[in-house]
């Protein structure tokens, strides 16, 4: 199953959206996103929770 990040689902007003097929596949890609798109250089553990968890498994 593919899964799908969205920035809106942890409170950014972006429209950033990015798909893999495996969630392991979403952290890098969305951290290079969040570096040059949010100026967030390096993601706390806490940020980190929050993406993971605003991962989906698409259906």
Same mark, same amino acid.
């Given at each position: 199953m593919?899964?799908?990040?969205r920035c @809106? #689902?942890?409170g950014?007003?972006?429209s950033f959206e990015f798909r893999a097929k495996e969630k392991k596949d979403l952290?890098?890609?969305?951290?290079?996103?969040? @570096?040059?798109?949010h100026n967030v250089f390096e993601?706390?553990? #806490?940020?980190? @929770? @929050?993406v993971e968890d605003a991962c989906?498994?698409?259906l």
């Open positions: 593919p899964f799908s990040y @809106k #689902d942890i950014y007003d972006c952290l890098p890609r969305i951290k290079i996103h969040t @570096k040059y798109a993601m706390s553990p #806490d940020m980190i @929770k @929050k989906r498994e698409d």
